[in-house]
């Protein structure tokens, strides 16, 4: 199983960046996916979430408004559309399952 992340990158609050998600060795269809972040020294915080149709999202409080998750299962992707980014949003993203059991190796978001 690999979940490889891209989009990540070093902008200017207000700014944008589309994070990317590529699943592979699952079944991903059948697979609530999420977009997990973790700052230096805070605990991890789940962002986003979608459920395996596409039918349904979740948003923390903290991205409400400003992130967008969305998947195409016919290109096993998955995305987060981050817009008007803050400097608290800086961190690492990671693609997760949604029962947590496969991890990316995690895009870095800088807003600075």
């Known amino acids: 199983v690999q979940l490889v992340e891209s989009g990540g990158g070093l902008v200017q609050p207000g700014e944008s960046l589309r994070l990317t998600c590529l699943a592979s060795g699952i079944t991903f269809s059948r697979h609530d996916m999420s977009w997990v972040r973790q700052a230096p020294g805070k605990e991890r915080e789940g962002v986003a979430a979608?459920?395996?149709?596409?039918?349904?999202?979740y948003y923390a409080d903290s991205v409400k408004g400003r992130f967008t998750i969305s998947r195409d299962n016919a290109k096993n992707t998955l995305y987060l559309q981050t817009d008007s980014l803050k400097t608290e949003d800086t961190a690492v993203y990671y693609c997760v399952t949604g029962d947590g059991n496969y991890w990316g190796q995690g895009t870095q978001v800088t807003v600075s």
């Open positions: 979608i459920y395996s149709d596409g039918g349904g999202t």
